[in-house]
């Protein structure tokens, strides 16, 4: 394991901040969907025009071809200038590129990746089911081969940007017959297919980015599945490694801007008591500082796990462990805002009304992409050898 950077990845360091500092939007990301789409594309297309799109990607697949150390210091100095998140374009820069790199082939390949890198295709994901969610194997969702087509039938839950998505990563049941994980197919769907119904999910928070989908007899060419039929399974755990790799980076340092920002907070709120401000409360400085130091033990997780995961062409279960370590310390620097901020000021409509929807919205980083239970489970088969534990009769 290697921590250190080179000279050259230092000066690299310094590029990527100068143009972050020029070319980083400063209007506030709009909050309706078509809005916020056009708003996620044209960033992706500024950055793609700047030499800045798919860093690690490599040159046949128009990127640049760096490294994940190069990838790593992107995504730092991303989060530290407080550039706009994916939004729309997160499933198909972090999940349906990567996959089509590691797996796809020349035409998909050739069709996609330009489109993916200008911010012209807006992907979303097919996985969860109502059924099958942390157990995605159960999924019951159903494609037929007819001729040279798919007819797939069934439902998804939880899509993210549906609504507005071009594409989307589909799994789907092909074979029923043996175990399930080896009767599953990984397939492109066009959202614009007959058949497909996309419903919208009011979320905690208020907001309407997730969708249920609905497929009836929709028909999908066989060109579009990725890798081999029925072996979607392994095309699917490489899909959720790349989400568990260096697209966390943003979030954690946003969980470092949070604490500044948390900080700054309690040194200007007054205390419960109605004497001093929150700063002065010994819990409230030692829940910041454990915090903060938390932070650092995140990023010093990450750092290990990319330098290990440069051996490799695909990510390893250990991103795993970064997952759930974020997904859990996130929901604590929340909850430290609401304590600092105290229950009779929790007005949504309020100028720290942001800190409620930034905690509503933080219980998603234990769900998404795997519950912490499963990610528990990941960890401790992948990644420590355990046995898998016998059901009870």
């Given at each position: ?9 230092l000066?690299?360091?310094?590029e990527?901040r100068s143009w ?6 400063r209007?506030?990301r ?11 594309s044209?960033?992706q297309?500024?950055?793609y025009?700047?030499g800045?799109?798919g860093?690690?990607?490599p040159?046949?697949?128009g990127?640049?071809?760096l490294s994940l ?9 991303y ?7 994916p939004?729309?374009?997160?499933i198909?820069?972090n999940?349906g ?14 069709f996609h990746l330009?489109?993916?890198l200008r ?14 969610g942390?157990?995605?194997?159960s ?6 081969i ?29 074979d029923?017959?043996?175990p399930?994980q ?11 297919s007959?058949g497909?119904?996309?419903r919208?999910?009011r ?10 989908v609905?497929y009836?007899s929709?028909r999908i060419?066989?060109?579009n599945?990725?890798?081999?039929v ?6 699917a755990?490489?899909t ?16 470092s ?10 040194k200007?709120?007054?205390?419960p ?6 700063w002065?409360?010994?819990?409230i ?6 915090a903060?130091?938390?932070?650092y ?18 990510p390893?279960a ?45 219980f ?8 912490s ?8 088969e992948?990644v420590?050898?355990?046995p ?5 009769n």
């Amino acid at each position: 394991m290697d921590l250190s950077f080179t000279q050259e990845q230092l000066m690299f360091r310094d590029e990527v901040r100068s143009w972050l500092a020029d070319y980083t939007p400063r209007e506030k990301r709009p909050s309706d969907g078509a809005a916020a789409r056009a708003f996620d594309s044209a960033w992706q297309l500024t950055q793609y025009e700047g030499g800045w799109a798919g860093l690690a990607w490599p040159e046949e697949a128009g990127g640049r071809g760096l490294s994940l150390i190069h990838q790593l210091i992107w995504h730092e100095e991303y989060g530290r200038a407080g550039a706009p998140p994916p939004g729309f374009m997160f499933i198909a820069l972090n999940h349906g590129g990567p996959t089509l790199i590691a797996k796809g082939n020349a035409a998909q390949k050739a069709f996609h990746l330009p489109r993916i890198l200008r911010g012209e295709s807006v992907w979303c994901q097919g996985f969860s089911e109502p059924g099958a969610g942390s157990d995605l194997a159960s999924l019951k969702t159903r494609a037929v081969i007819e001729g040279d087509e798919l007819v797939v039938t069934g439902q998804k839950i939880w899509t993210s940007y549906a609504a507005h998505a071009d594409y989307q990563e589909l799994l789907v049941r092909t074979d029923a017959s043996g175990p399930k994980q080896a009767g599953i197919t990984w397939v492109i769907c066009d959202m614009r297919s007959p058949g497909i119904t996309v419903r919208p999910i009011r979320t905690i928070n208020n907001d309407y980015h997730f969708n249920e989908v609905f497929y009836d007899s929709v028909r999908i060419p066989l060109a579009n599945v990725v890798g081999e039929v029925n072996d979607g399974w392994a095309v699917a755990q490489a899909t959720l490694a790349f989400e568990r790799g260096t697209a966390m980076i943003p979030h954690q340092m946003a969980l470092s801007r949070e604490l500044d920002e948390l900080t700054a907070l309690a040194k200007s709120i007054p205390a419960p008591s109605g004497s001093g401000t929150a700063w002065e409360r010994d819990d409230i400085r030692t829940r910041i500082a454990t915090a903060r130091a938390e932070v650092y033990a995140l990023k010093a997780m990450t750092y290990g796990a990319i330098s290990r995961g440069q051996r490799d062409n695909v990510p390893g279960a250990e991103g795993a462990i970064v997952a759930l370590y974020h997904g859990e310390l996130a929901q604590r620097v929340q909850r430290l805002a609401l304590d600092i901020i105290d229950d009779d000021l929790l007005d949504r409509d309020s100028a720290r009304g942001e800190w409620i929807g930034r905690y509503l919205d933080a219980f998603k980083y234990t769900i998404g992409g795997g519950t912490s239970q499963v990610r528990r489970n990941i960890i401790a088969e992948r990644v420590l050898g355990l046995p898998r534990e016998k059901a009870l009769n």
